[in-house]
C-alpha cells in the first residue's frame, strides 16, 4: 500500500491547492481516490498489455492522478461534464495527456457510458461521482458500466455508501458537518463551507443517497459477480464487482 505521507506530497505537488483544499476538510475522499488506484493496480497485475481504463467524474484530477501513477498500463478516458473542473484537470495532468496516457470527454456519464462500444473496457473507476446522481439515472449508469466493460472487467468505486443503520449513519453526517465548521471556520473560508453544507443536503436527499445494501443489490441486478464492499470509513467505502467471464 502507498505511503500516504509519500502520497500526499506527490498529490500537493502535481495537484496543488485542489488537493491540500479537499484534502483538509474530507481527508477521506482523498484516502478513497488512493484506494481506487491500488485496487486498480491489484487488477492490472493480473494481466498483461495495456489496459483499457474509463474514469467517471474525473474532476480536477486527483482520482485520475491515482490511477495514472498506480499502473503505466492505464490508458485512461476521463468522463467529466463541468468544464471548469476538466479544464484544471487538463493543466494538471498534461504530462500524460503528452504521453498518450489520458484523454478527456466533456459527456454526462450515462451519455458519454451510451457511446463506448459493448465488451471494450477493462476498468471502470469512480471516486466521489455516483453517489452524486439521481437514484433512476445511476441505475442506468451501473447498467451501461456492465455493458462496457470486458467479460472479466472490473468495476472500481471509492464513494458515499449509506449505512443501512439510518440512525448510526445521521449520527455520522452530524460528526462531518460539525467538522466542515471546525475546519472551514478556522481558515476563513466560509464559501466554501456553504457550498459543502448545500451539496450535503443533496447528497443526503431522498432520491440521492446511495444505500449500501440497495446500491450492491443494483450491481447484482445488473449482472455483476463477485460483489465486494471493504474499507467502510464512516459513510465511505470502496466497491469492486466483476462482469463475469465467458
Known amino acids: 500500500m502507498t505511503d500516504k505521507t509519500q502520497y500526499d506530497a506527490m498529490f500537493s505537488g502535481v495537484i496543488g491547492q485542489d488537493y491540500e483544499l479537499l484534502n483538509l476538510i474530507c481527508p477521506l475522499a482523498t484516502q478513497m481516490s488512493r484506494l481506487v488506484g491500488e485496487a486498480a493496480a491489484g487488477y492490472s497485475v493480473k494481466t498483461t498489455g495495456n489496459l483499457n481504463v474509463v ?58 457510458l451510451k457511446n463506448i462500444a459493448t465488451d471494450s473496457v477493462d476498468i471502470v473507476a469512480s471516486a466521489y461521482t455516483l453517489h452524486n446522481f439521481l437514484d433512476t439515472y445511476r441505475e442506468q449508469v451501473i447498467q451501461e458500466i456492465f455493458r462496457v466493460l470486458k467479460p472479466g472487467g ?85 466497491v469492486t464487482a466483476t462482469k463475469p467471464g465467458l
Open 55 to 112: 474514469e467517471l467524474g474525473g474532476g480536477t484530477g486527483i482520482t485520475s492522478l491515482s490511477l495514472l501513477t498506480a499502473s503505466d498500463k492505464f490508458n485512461i478516458l476521463s468522463i467529466d461534464n463541468e468544464p471548469v473542473m476538466q479544464e484544471q484537470a487538463k493543466k494538471h495532468l498534461h504530462k500524460w495527456v503528452v504521453e498518450g496516457n489520458l484523454a478527456f470527454c466533456g459527456d454526462d456519464a450515462l451519455t458519454a
Open 154 to 238: 472490473q468495476f472500481i468505486n471509492g464513494d458515499r455508501y449509506g449505512l443501512d443503520d439510518i440512525s448510526k449513519h445521521t449520527r455520522i453526517i452530524q460528526q462531518e458537518v460539525a467538522g466542515y465548521f471546525k475546519v472551514l471556520t478556522r481558515i476563513n473560508k466560509l464559501e466554501v463551507l456553504e457550498h459543502w453544507i448545500v451539496h450535503l443536503f443533496g447528497d443526503e436527499s431522498e432520491n440521492h443517497v446511495m444505500r449500501e445494501s440497495v446500491a450492491l443489490t443494483q450491481l447484482r441486478n445488473a449482472g455483476f459477480s463477485d460483489i465486494n464492499l471493504s474499507h467502510r470509513l464512516e459513510v465511505n467505502a470502496l
